[in-house]
């Protein structure tokens, strides 16, 4: 079993930085690809960035230029830096991971969310 759990959300002005922490724990044997979505009110859920297991990124072009993912692979962690921050980042923000087990299965997890308000 698998545990996503985020952090770094809140509230911030436009203009302002947030970091936000995504560290799996459980039965993990490594981490494929890992990525931050995002759902505002009434909206979609959307893929912000993605990494893979190389540091391969890609961003959405609403974020690219503001928003940096990272990972620690020690740590089984990854990273969303946002700066720059506008009023329509404002959204519940989830991390997503695929786990592979020792035998090459690939499970995808879901973090519980973390919310991200930017605002005046």
């Known amino acids: 079993q698998v545990q996503l759990v985020e952090s770094g959300g809140g509230l911030v002005h436009p203009g302002g930085s947030l970091r936000l922490s995504c560290a799996a724990s459980g039965s993990i044997f490594g981490l494929d690809d890992m990525g931050w979505y995002r759902q505002a009110p009434g909206k979609q859920r959307e893929l912000v960035a993605g990494i893979t297991s190389d540091g391969s990124t890609n961003y959405a072009a609403s974020v690219k230029g503001r928003f940096t993912i990272s990972r620690d692979n020690a740590k089984n962690t990854v990273y969303l830096q946002m700066s720059s921050l506008k009023p329509e980042d404002t959204a519940v923000y989830y991390c997503?991971?695929?786990?592979?087990?020792?035998?090459?299965?690939?499970?995808?997890?879901w973090g519980q969310g973390t919310q991200v308000t930017v605002s005046s």
């Open positions: 997503k991971a695929v786990v592979v087990n020792e035998h090459g299965y690939k499970y995808q997890y």
